[in-house]
């Protein structure tokens, strides 16, 4: 994946970003015709959470672009203050999209991606033409999941020591998310993920980053304010959908309910979507997740370009890395099953 430097108001980053266009997994460039869908990734994860919609061909007629935030996946640069919050991480991405020249944006989030992607909309509208949010987080957060978020970060740093790294303890902390966010499912591409983090997490989440760390996975969430009546009537015009996997272990339909409900009474008009069966990280259904359906309807009818070719063969920019970390399409194509 390519690379590019970025300056904001926290500092200096070099961002790991992919575009992919219906021509290519991987491309210099977007195809200026064609609509952009910006795709903000949950935590603890990176952009590869989004393989399973590149290989889509229904989305591969749009430009598909991924960034790795800060703290996550292969990105890099000056350390985030402990005050880093959703405000400074949307300024983040907003200098990024104006370093890649992008055009105001269709943004699909996921989790963390909802709270960037909603901070965008309201602070920057001008950027964003659309909201798809999966598993939205619009409110303050539940008091236990706090507890939880806050339990799986003391884990991981009980898990080092200065007798050395217990990876037992380690491993607790990666159950605890995979909970969160996987329901305790697990396929081989689940699998892949979790294997493919937990070696470079050691490093990038290690003591000396403690306070970045908690910042960037802990702090965004549980410290974070629900948006004014007043802030939210800045998203009038933007259209926006509401995505909820009714499998959700951590948040239940009413808080989704709660917050449509508050986008209401701003004079908001979202679209609540309810997926059966689907956890907080509902994208990552190994049998053609069906809100790729939804989300290709939700871009298509707020798009008014030419869309590009329908692709025969898409190709994900991540196939090769997560094969190679124990992906097995062919396995999961079978009944998933629980840990």
Known sequence: MPSIKVKSSTGKTEFRYNIATPTSASAKSIDKSLPTVLMLHPVYVSSEI??????????????????????????TGDKIPPSYRQAEAA???VKLMDALKLPPCHI???SLGTII???IAVSYPGKVRSLFLMSPLGLEEPQDVAEGRTEIFDYWCQGFSDSGVDEATLMDALYGALQLGVSNRTSTLISAYSTRLFGPAQKLWSPKNFPQFRAAT????????????????????IPIALIHGLDDVAYPLTYTEEFMQ?????????????VPGQPHFLNVDTKEPEVNGIMHDFLVENSQEKLGLLPTEP??????VLKKHGWDPEEDAEEPHVI
């Open 218 to 237: 802990l702090d965004i969430f549980i410290e974070r304010q629900s948006h004014s009546l007043e802030a939210l009537s800045t998203l009038r015009n």
């Open 315 to 320: 190709v994900s920019p991540w196939t090769g």
């Open 117 to 119: 992607g909603l901070q």
């Open 50 to 75: 989004y393989h399973l919609q590149h290989l889509d061909p229904r989305l591969r007629k749009f430009n598909l672009v991924t960034v790795d935030y800060r703290m996550h996946g292969e990105t």
């Open 262 to 274: 508050q986008l209401k009474d701003a004079g908001v008009s979202p679209k609540l979507y309810k």
């Open 91 to 93: 300024e983040d991405i």
């Open 108 to 110: 699909v989030g996921l």
